[in-house]
């Protein structure tokens, strides 16, 4: 997701009247911003006297994660603040959910011709972020529909859209 949103994230599914929200997202976890071979190719430049805007030209990677890796070695509260503002970027832009958000829905006429399936996501404040295109209800009953759903904006989510029956028995 682009950085300016707000997490955490909530994501909701709407079919006709039915809302589902998830969960609060999360940021991803056991993320390192580099393997150690290239946080120790950025530790030498460094000692080289190489500005942080060239490491991270030469690496590929952004200026700030060229800092966190250096500020490591400074102080533990200087890392750790930098480690803390490395994972509220990635909160915000690689947002985790690893839910199951299920809706049991009655089988009538609409949802067999015109319900469809919308999924939107929110930011912290509630703001609208993105939604993904409608997916009517009769394709994920024949066939579900896999991800990744690009959203409106420019982001996008993985996931799988799919139905089953529940069955009573008498």
Not at 72 to 87: F, I, N, S, V
Not at 146 to 153: D, E, K, Q, T, W
Request: one cysteine or more; hydrophobic letters at 40%; glycine letters at 6%.
């Amino acid at each position: 997701l682009p950085r300016h949103w707000k997490p955490p994230f909530v994501v909701t599914i709407n079919i006709g009247d039915i809302q589902i929200k998830s969960k609060l997202s999360t940021a991803p976890t056991g993320y390192k911003p580099v393997t150690a071979e290239v946080e120790e190719i950025i530790k030498r430049l460094h000692r080289e006297k190489t500005p942080v805007a060239r490491i991270a030209d030469i690496i590929g990677v952004r200026a700030g994660t060229v800092k966190l890796v250096l500020d490591k070695d400074l102080t533990p509260g200087a890392a750790q603040r930098a480690e803390a503002a490395a994972r509220m970027e990635l909160m915000a832009t690689h947002p985790v959910f690893n839910q199951i958000l299920r809706i049991p829905l009655p089988w009538n006429k609409e949802m067999s011709t015109s319900a469809a399936v919308r999924i939107e996501v929110l930011d912290g404040t509630d703001r609208f972020v993105g939604k993904v295109k409608e997916v009517p209800v009769h394709q994920i009953v024949s066939h579900e529909a896999c991800g990744p759903f690009r959203l409106s904006c420019g982001g996008e989510m993985d996931g799988k859209l799919s139905a089953s029956w529940l069955t009573l028995v008498k």
